[in-house]
């Protein structure tokens, strides 16, 4: 585990690549579901990205509590991380390219069709726009493939 965090710590550290900012840039909606929370460069974390990865590691959407306001705030610091570590990765050639993950995309896609299901309602039903289901295929090749170098046990 420590491994894993100080892998992360150093794709932090080499992720010049954004910088990401606290406040929602000027002109952004105010409240709402895609309200932008931060931005990595020109990549925005919004709420709606911060609840799809609460309902995914807590099995739960935030609420207005307190304490889910907190876990709002770390979930999406959790996710500028994890999109400067995504695009030094990319830079580094240590993780998969954009091409691998835009050929992992089709597969996933093919997949959902033989079941019977398009693209566009998986993505309805998971809350995700296209664009940032890519980013998350990128995010899971990209890091599989840097653990898979560099994570010893």
Same mark, same amino acid.
């Given at each position: 585990?420590? &491994?894993?965090?100080? @892998?992360? &710590?150093?794709?932090?550290?080499? #992720?010049? &690549? ?16 895609? %309200? ?10 919004? &709420? ?10 807590? %099995?739960? *959407? ?19 991380? *994890?999109?400067?570590?995504?695009? #030094? ?6 993780? @998969?390219?954009?091409?691998? @993950?835009?050929?992992?995309? *089709?597969?996933?896609?093919?997949? !959902?069709? $033989?079941?019977? %299901?398009? !693209?566009?309602? =998986?993505? $309805?039903?998971?809350?995700?726009? $296209?664009? @940032? ?8 090749? #990209?890091? $599989?493939? =840097? ?7």
């Amino acid at each position: 585990m420590n &491994v894993i965090r100080s @892998a992360a &710590v150093t794709l932090v550290m080499l #992720a010049a &690549v954004g910088i990401a900012q606290e406040e929602p840039p000027a002109g952004a909606p105010k409240g709402g579901e895609d %309200r932008v929370l931060a931005r990595v460069g020109k990549i925005p974390i919004t &709420v709606n990205d911060v609840q799809r990865l609460a309902q995914q590691t807590l %099995r739960r *959407r935030l609420t207005a509590s307190e304490v889910d306001q907190r876990l709002m705030r770390f979930l999406a610091r959790e996710l500028v991380t *994890r999109e400067l570590a995504r695009q #030094a990765l990319q830079k580094s050639k240590w993780g @998969a390219t954009w091409e691998e @993950a835009m050929l992992e995309c *089709r597969r996933r896609q093919e997949m !959902l069709e $033989k079941s019977g %299901r398009t !693209l566009s309602d =998986y993505l $309805k039903e998971t809350g995700i726009s $296209k664009d @940032a289901w890519a980013r998350e295929v990128h995010w899971q090749l #990209a890091w $599989k493939r =840097y653990l898979e170098h560099f994570a010893t046990e």
